[in-house]
Protein backbone atom coordinates (compact mmCIF):
# COMPACT_ATOMS: atom_id res chain seq x y z
CA UNK A 1 0.00 0.00 0.00
CA UNK A 2 1.27 3.61 -0.55
CA UNK A 3 2.45 5.95 2.40
CA UNK A 4 -0.41 7.10 3.91
CA UNK A 5 -0.53 10.68 5.02
CA UNK A 6 -2.56 12.63 7.52
CA UNK A 7 -2.09 16.08 8.81
CA UNK A 8 -2.56 15.84 12.67
CA UNK A 9 -4.45 19.01 13.82
CA UNK A 10 -5.27 20.39 17.22
CA UNK A 11 -8.84 21.55 17.79
CA UNK A 12 -10.23 23.11 21.03
CA UNK A 13 -14.12 23.78 21.50
CA UNK A 14 -16.25 24.74 24.58
CA UNK A 15 -17.37 21.27 25.90
CA UNK A 16 -21.20 22.30 25.11
CA UNK A 17 -20.12 22.21 21.77
CA UNK A 18 -21.59 19.88 18.58
CA UNK A 19 -19.37 20.74 15.34
CA UNK A 20 -17.25 18.91 12.48
CA UNK A 21 -14.12 18.55 12.40
CA UNK A 22 -13.44 17.80 9.09
CA UNK A 23 -10.94 15.34 7.74
CA UNK A 24 -9.21 15.35 4.56
CA UNK A 25 -7.86 11.50 4.17
CA UNK A 26 -5.29 11.02 1.14
CA UNK A 27 -3.58 7.52 0.06
CA UNK A 28 -1.14 8.00 -2.04
CA UNK A 29 -1.73 11.54 -3.66
CA UNK A 30 -5.44 10.30 -4.24
CA UNK A 31 -7.90 11.67 -1.41
CA UNK A 32 -10.41 8.96 0.02
CA UNK A 33 -13.49 8.41 2.14
CA UNK A 34 -12.80 4.50 2.54
CA UNK A 35 -12.17 5.23 6.28
CA UNK A 36 -13.26 5.22 9.44
CA UNK A 37 -13.01 7.30 12.68
CA UNK A 38 -12.15 7.23 16.27
CA UNK A 39 -11.91 9.32 19.29
CA UNK A 40 -10.63 8.50 22.46
CA UNK A 41 -9.14 10.08 25.68
CA UNK A 42 -6.06 10.98 25.82
CA UNK A 43 -3.33 7.65 27.09
CA UNK A 44 -5.98 5.35 25.46
CA UNK A 45 -6.42 3.68 21.99
CA UNK A 46 -9.46 2.76 20.01
CA UNK A 47 -11.69 -0.13 20.27
CA UNK A 48 -14.17 0.74 18.28
CA UNK A 49 -14.96 2.63 15.19
CA UNK A 50 -17.57 4.57 12.78
CA UNK A 51 -18.14 6.18 9.78
CA UNK A 52 -17.24 9.61 9.44
CA UNK A 53 -19.99 11.79 9.79
CA UNK A 54 -21.09 14.21 6.83
CA UNK A 55 -21.88 18.36 7.06
CA UNK A 56 -22.66 19.58 3.63
CA UNK A 57 -19.94 19.08 1.66
CA UNK A 58 -17.37 17.90 4.53
CA UNK A 59 -16.31 14.97 6.32
CA UNK A 60 -14.84 14.28 9.50
CA UNK A 61 -15.57 13.38 12.76
CA UNK A 62 -18.32 15.37 15.09
CA UNK A 63 -17.76 16.14 17.92
CA UNK A 64 -20.36 16.38 20.63
CA UNK A 65 -19.13 17.88 23.34
CA UNK A 66 -21.90 16.49 26.03
CA UNK A 67 -21.72 13.51 24.97
CA UNK A 68 -17.53 13.24 25.66
CA UNK A 69 -17.82 15.73 28.38
CA UNK A 70 -20.44 12.89 30.71
CA UNK A 71 -17.53 10.96 31.77
CA UNK A 72 -14.40 13.61 31.84
CA UNK A 73 -13.12 16.09 33.91
CA UNK A 74 -12.01 19.50 32.91
CA UNK A 75 -10.41 20.42 30.21
CA UNK A 76 -10.48 17.03 28.72
CA UNK A 77 -7.81 15.86 26.23
CA UNK A 78 -8.94 13.48 23.11
CA UNK A 79 -6.85 11.43 20.72
CA UNK A 80 -8.87 10.64 17.00
CA UNK A 81 -7.45 8.19 14.83
CA UNK A 82 -8.39 7.09 11.19
CA UNK A 83 -8.34 3.41 10.10
CA UNK A 84 -8.11 3.26 6.23
CA UNK A 85 -10.41 0.46 4.82
CA UNK A 86 -7.97 -1.17 2.37
CA UNK A 87 -7.31 -4.91 1.96
CA UNK A 88 -5.70 -6.36 3.05
CA UNK A 89 -4.38 -3.75 5.44
CA UNK A 90 -6.32 -1.28 7.56
CA UNK A 91 -3.69 1.52 8.85
CA UNK A 92 -4.56 3.32 11.99
CA UNK A 93 -3.48 6.58 12.15
CA UNK A 94 -3.66 9.99 14.47
CA UNK A 95 -5.82 12.74 12.70
CA UNK A 96 -6.63 14.90 15.13
CA UNK A 97 -6.19 15.83 19.13
CA UNK A 98 -9.16 17.62 20.56
CA UNK A 99 -9.69 19.57 24.04
CA UNK A 100 -12.52 20.08 25.48
CA UNK A 101 -12.77 23.42 28.21
Known sequence: MPQTNVAVDFWEFPRETVELIPLIVTVGSSATTSYQVACVPKGTRPSSWGSPDVAGFDA??????PTL?????FPAEFLGFVR???NPEDPVIPAF???LT
Open 60 to 65: GYLVNG
Open 97 to 99: TLK
Open 69 to 73: SASSA
Open 84 to 86: IDS
